[in-house]
């Protein structure tokens, strides 16, 4: 939380201020008056018909746009055709499939007389029922306009579905709007009459918005809240002054518009939001802030709000204030908010993903990773996600990739950060492998991936060694196994700035190095490629990364030709024969396993021993597992089967991307399973199960089976051959170390 005892900035002058946050609606119309009831009685006018730009033009085609109905021969005997309807031979000689397409013909293709007697002759209003009939009533609303009113209506008030009213404006069409306005399945038709016919529309619907309290008065309230949206609040005075000055003060004083519709009552407000309690919300610029009666009609905003759907006053003021102060006000509420059985209150989450900074990411992050399964659950943890995703920074997007890789919900949370980064990613044209790799931070490091620490008369060099720990060297390039504590030769302000950035360093280093070698220790197995213009920005010219990726060997291959080589001290390239080797344009570069070095494994072992290099994970000193041949035919490894296994063991395996099974019969979980490939599960099945209440109560685990299968629950079902080499002998050692020690 901000320091709220540094000095106060002035408080800006409330004629700078909008009227929401000096005079809000909830003062000016305290909640609890009774509404204005007024009888008036809407006109009945001629109808009229009034299109919207290009709405005719659209509906002539309506038709046939969907290909529901194919246009008869312009050769056709229309006089023939219309006889055989007005004749009533169409009713007892046709079936419904034959009539209708030449009911469609005589509509839009016929000389317009014979449409207009076929649409006024009552006997063929059924045939307009079928739901491939609208687009036709379409067509012919846009063809012979009130002409094809009766058939239009009678449809709207026969079947369920209607349409083809849109242009036309009456009272009996306004009646059917309001009574449908907002209901399925018209409710995006009615409202899209309203918004097309703005102040005529609100002019008929001003009697009913006056009607004593129920239902309808309430729909047709919020369909002149919808036409204030979209035309203005004017256009509601304007439609009223048809009724008179009752009318028109009586609209004014409706909640019509957005701003107006608040609680009744208003939600309590804690006392722990107190403005005196919180941090001063500074206008942009930092130099006023907020009034304390100003701050309190805001919180009162935040408390309408939920986590996705914000009172509209709120996005009309936030950009008055300077973004740090805002979030530094929306984390102090969070640390205030009291609220039981929920995370946060609605408004406070609202609050935190609309205005939260990186600062605020950074604190909320490490709480959100302690969440256990239980509180995500009841207390609706998985919003929280949208905190990050919302601000979409690289630093908050880093929080996201870790919590779904760390948090100890596996359930919601890990899956939810998960599908936010897949979500963001392909926004961004990208995988979420290739969103990951671009961001790790680079730790304010130089160009040659160092930083100096400066103690004012002496400083001291920073290096990383193959793990991505930190390291210093004083000024004669000696490693040191610790940086120095500052002396009292040494700058009072510089030495200890440069102490504590160091301590910060290896703490922040220490998540992300384990993160990134892990990465690329999994895409070394799965074979993932990288373009050379990606390796060069994400491994080479990356001040943190390049330590590890120097220390590794690469593949690329181009044109059927595969050359291994490794990054060189000054970031050139270099193959086995340490001669200079430069990525062609359209290489694909991988990390290969030692199954994939074509037999290179010693040769590059001795460069790297040359050059003293230590890997940051077994590339070269892998160990390597080959399955028999009669495994390769098998879906099942029965070597594996039998073992007895500790269950923490099994436990485990959550953290090497492992799943454990759905809780059985008895609160027990039977299997768990790996995912290698997009469509291939490693299972394992075990006995008597884990507990979920009381793992403890049976320590050990039977292995029953080990299988390959499509499903994450199968027992086989697919033949181990079917794995690449390099996966297979990862899936043999990772099998190896679940079982090592065990008793068969």
């Not at 055709?81 to 169409?90: E, I, K, L, V, Y």
């Not at 849109?166 to 409202?191: C, E, H, S, W």
């Not at 979209?230 to 304007?238: E, N, P, V």
Request: glycine share 6%.
């Amino acid at each position: 939380m901000s320091d709220i005892s540094a000095p106060l900035a002035p408080e800006a002058p409330e004629s700078s201020l909008p009227e929401l946050l000096v005079n809000p609606p909830w003062v000016r119309f305290p909640p609890g008056q009774e509404p204005p009831v007024i009888k008036l009685k809407a006109p009945k006018e001629p109808t009229a018909v009034a299109w919207a730009p290009g709405q005719r033009e659209r509906w002539l085609d309506a038709p046939y746009e969907k290909n529901y109905w194919e246009r008869l021969p312009e050769d056709t005997d229309w006089e023939k055709a219309a006889d055989t309807f007005s004749s009533g031979r169409a009713l007892t000689e046709l079936q419904p499939a034959e009539r209708r397409p030449l009911i469609v013909g005589l509509i839009m293709q016929a000389p317009l007389h014979l449409g207009e007697a076929l649409l006024a002759d009552e006997r063929y209003r059924a045939d307009f029922g079928d739901w491939r009939m609208i687009c036709v009533l379409m067509g012919a609303v846009a063809r012979h306009g009130l002409a094809a009113y009766p058939a239009a209506m009678h449809r709207a008030g026969n079947e369920r579905s209607f349409g083809g009213l849109d242009p036309f404006v009456d009272a009996d069409v306004a009646q059917l709007m309001i009574k449908n306005f907002g209901v399925y399945p018209n409710g995006d038709r009615t409202a899209d009459w309203f918004r097309q016919h703005g102040t005529a529309a609100a002019r008929l619907t001003v009697p009913d918005a006056l009607r004593k309290p129920g239902p309808k008065r309430q729909r047709a309230e919020e369909a002149l809240r919808l036409v204030a949206e979209t035309h203005g609040r004017d256009a509601l005075i304007k439609a009223a002054r048809f009724y008179g000055d009752e009318a028109v003060e009586a609209i004014a004083a409706l909640k019509v518009d957005p701003l107006d519709l608040y609680p009744e009552p208003l939600p309590e407000i804690p006392e722990a939001f107190d403005p005196a309690q919180l941090p001063q919300i500074l206008l942009r610029g930092r130099e006023q802030a907020l009034p304390a009666s100003a701050t309190r009609h805001l919180i009162t905003m935040l408390s309408f709000c939920k986590p996705y759907e914000p009172y509209p006053g709120v996005e009309t003021v936030v950009d008055l204030f300077d973004p740090d102060s805002l979030a530094e006000f929306a984390w102090a509420l969070y640390q205030a908010d009291t609220t039981p059985k929920i995370w946060a209150s609605r408004g406070v989450q609202y609050a935190l993903i609309r205005m939260a900074n990186d600062a605020v990411a950074d604190r909320l992050a490490p709480i959100v990773a302690r969440w256990p399964k239980w509180l995500v659950w009841e207390y609706g943890g998985s919003t929280a996600l949208s905190v990050f995703s919302r601000l979409g920074t690289d630093p908050a997007l880093r929080h996201l990739h870790r919590l779904s890789q760390k948090a100890q919900d596996q359930k919601r949370i890990r899956p939810g950060a998960q599908g936010a980064l897949e979500r963001i990613a392909k926004e961004r044209g990208l995988t979420p492998e290739q969103l990951a790799d671009r961001l790790v931070p680079d730790f304010g490091l130089d160009a040659e991936g160092g930083m100096t620490l400066d103690y004012g008369p002496r400083a001291f060099r920073v290096g990383f060694d193959e793990q991505l720990k930190p390291f210093v060297m004083d000024a004669d390039g000696k490693r040191r196994k610790t940086l120095p504590k500052p002396g009292v030769k040494d700058d009072d302000a510089l030495a200890p700035a440069a102490h504590r950035r160091f301590a910060d360093l290896k703490k922040e280093v220490r998540t992300v190095a384990s993160e990134q070698i892990k990465r690329l220790e999994a895409a070394m197995v799965a074979g993932r490629a990288w373009t050379p213009e990606e390796f060069r920005s994400i491994f080479v010219e990356h001040p943190l990364l390049w330590h590890i990726a120097r220390r590794l060997v690469w593949s690329a291959e181009a044109e059927g030709t595969v050359t291994h080589f490794r990054v060189a001290e000054d970031r050139t390239l270099a193959d086995v024969e340490d001669d200079a080797y430069t990525l062609p344009a359209d290489a694909r570069v991988t990390l290969p396993h030692p199954l994939r070095l074509d037999g290179a494994v010693d040769a590059w072992s001795r460069v790297l021993a040359d050059y003293e290099i230590l890997q940051p994970f077994p590339q070269l000193g892998r160990t390597i597992h080959t399955l028999t041949d009669q495994e390769r035919k098998e879906a099942r490894l029965t070597r594996f089967e039998g073992r007895t296994v500790h269950f923490g063991k099994i436990l485990n395996l959550t953290g090497r991307g492992w799943q454990l099974g759905d809780k059985e019969t008895g609160g027990f979980r039977r299997h768990a399973s790996l995912k290698l490939t997009e469509d291939r599960h490693l299972v394992i099945h075990i006995e008597p199960g884990i507990r979920v209440i009381g793992p403890e109560e049976f320590p050990d685990q039977e292995i029953r089976t080990v299988a390959l299968d499509t499903r994450s629950y199968g027992i086989g079902d697919a033949p181990f051959g079917d794995l690449d080499p390099a996966l297979a002998s990862e899936t043999i050692a990772e099998l190896t170390r679940l079982t090592e020690g065990s008793t068969t």
